[in-house]
């Protein structure tokens, strides 16, 4: 697990830069016409701020070590989205999530291709529950960067229900004016598929990542929904994937955060390019709170690199700072004293 504790030069300028993005994204609000969006009238979706829950089944996964089996990863996603919210079963509990009226974009994760990306498995029941809900198939939009990225999910038009679309944004497909980002000094355009949308469903994995040590359930919402990635990776993308997740098109969409991990990267990402550093794991996460995900994500790959006798993110000069630059800003609970972590085995 990595280091929490801070020089006092290390606090000094933590608490510094995050006054300075909280005031730089104040002043980003005034300055931006507002793209946030607002759940349908009288309709509240569940939040639990620092809970996260993990379902973990020995076993679930194929064979081949690679994709999960299709009803155990279909029972690991009811177990886990049931404790998160005290529903009775997956459809009830996706109600509190999602209404009728929602217009759904579901973010995946396929940089990695088929060997280490979102399964078809999670995502597939994840969207049968939402129709069964009441969600019109034509109002969720399963979202992609480029055509190859997809084809890791192994979702597509053609095994989705009818009416769901699908949508590859290739880092062009945006309609709104250039923003410029406040602490980056990059502007971008969110896609269109993400704007035109009411919620967001966040699909994400957990793995190492070579420039900001750590990818989850943040960078998949920020990198992954914008025109520009590529401008936003300095200083390990810190304080860059806070201050986009801190943007109102992302922020107000926000509604869940389920981490397929299946397997894990513990060195070498975010591709797969080094299998020896790929590990099963056969667990599923759920949260309402992508900074504190991603807090549970970071502690699971120093684990993994400490039992492979690999030196810490930190040591290497990756430490994931954007995750406490992300609490900074109110967009979740970074302190692992105030996590709570309820862990189930099925």
């Given amino acids: 697990m990595a280091n929490d504790k801070l020089t006092r030069r290390e606090a000094l300028g933590t608490a510094v ?10 002043a980003s609000a005034a300055d931006a016409p507002s793209l946030a969006a607002s759940p349908p009238a009288g309709f509240s979706p569940f939040s639990a701020p620092g809970l996260v829950v993990k379902v973990s089944r020995a076993g679930s996964l194929q064979p081949n070590q690679l994709f999960p089996k299709a009803d155990d990863a279909t029972a690991m996603l009811t177990r886990v989205m049931t404790e998160l919210t005290g529903k009775a079963d997956l459809v009830q509990a996706v109600k509190v ?16 291709m088929s060997t280490m990306s979102t399964n078809k498995e999670l995502v ?3 969207i049968d529950a939402m129709i069964a809900s009441g969600v019109p198939a034509a109002n969720i939009t399963v979202l992609e960067q480029y055509p190859s990225f997809l084809m890791g999910t192994r979702v597509s038009a053609y095994n989705v229900p ?29 896609v269109r598929a993400l704007t035109e949308s009411t919620a967001l469903i966040n699909f994400s994995l957990v793995k190492d990542h070579s420039i900001c040590g750590y990818t989850g359930a943040l960078k998949n919402m920020t990198h992954g929904c914008t025109i520009n990635p590529h401008d936003f990776h300095l200083h390990q993308a810190s304080p860059q994937i806070a201050m986009l997740a801190a943007q109102d098109v992302i922020k107000s969409r926000m509604r869940l955060h389920i981490s397929d991990a299946f397997k894990v990267i513990y060195h070498g990402g975010p591709k797969d390019k080094f299998p020896q550093y790929r590990t099963p794991y056969e667990a599923v996460f759920a949260s309402t709170d992508p900074v504190a995900m991603d807090r ?37 609970i970074a302190d692992r004293s105030r996590i709570r972590l309820r862990e189930f085995t099925i």
């Fill in 124 to 126: 597939l029941p994840f």
């Fill in 17 to 26: 830069a995050g006054a300075t993005l909280l005031a730089t994204t104040s």
């Fill in 296 to 332: 549970i994500g970071w502690e699971i790959v120093e684990a993994l690199r400490a039992k492979n006798n690999m030196p810490t993110l930190t040591t290497q000069g990756r430490e994931p700072s954007y995750i406490q630059a992300a609490a900074d800003l109110g967009l979740g």
């Fill in 162 to 190: 009818a009416g769901v679309q699908v949508s590859i944004h290739n880092n062009e497909d945006a309609t709104m004016d250039a923003r410029l980002i406040p602490g980056t000094g990059v502007s971008t355009k969110f």
């Fill in 97 to 112: 999530f999602v209404h009728p009226s929602d217009k759904v974009c579901v973010k995946l994760n396929g940089i990695a």
